[in-house]
Nanobody, 125 residues
Framework: QVHVVESGGGSVEAGGSLRLSCEFSGLTLSDYKMGWFRQAPGKEREGISCIMRSGRLTYKDSVRGRFTISRDDAERTVYLEMNNLKPEDTAIYYC???????????????????WGQGAQVTVSS
């Protein structure tokens, strides 16, 4: 049985930083692509970053240069380092693991099998 524990959300002022973590158990993380998604109030959930098993990665344009995705397969953990946060980054953030690569660079939700419970990130101006 797969368990996912997501942590690291919180409230910061604009320009601040946060790091989100997702620890997985019950699976071999190196077999999966890892993604981060977010859902802002009143909006649909969107993909913001993905890192493949090979280490190839991609970002949504609005976070590129400010957010960094990384993975530690030995620790079964994926991270999202968020710097220079903006009020428009306010959302619930979700991590996800997917066995199938698919069109991973499009940051779609398909092909993800396991999801974190979500972490609230609030950025004040």
């Amino acid at each position: 049985q797969v368990h996912v524990v997501e942590s690291g959300g919180g409230s910061v002022e604009a320009g601040g930083s946060l790091r989100l973590s997702c620890e997985f158990s019950g699976l071999t993380l190196s077999d999966y692509k890892m993604g981060w998604f977010r859902q802002a109030p009143g909006k649909e959930r969107e993909g913001i970053s993905c890192i493949m098993r090979s280490g190839r990665l991609t970002y949504k344009d609005s976070v590129r240069g400010r957010f960094t995705i990384s993975r530690d397969d030995a620790e079964r953990t994926v991270y999202l380092e968020m710097n220079n946060l903006k009020p428009e980054d306010t959302a619930i953030y979700y991590c996800a693991a997917g066995r199938t690569g698919g069109q991973w660079w499009l940051l779609g939700e398909e092909d993800y099998d396991y999801w974190g419970q979500g972490a609230q990130v609030t950025v004040s101006s």
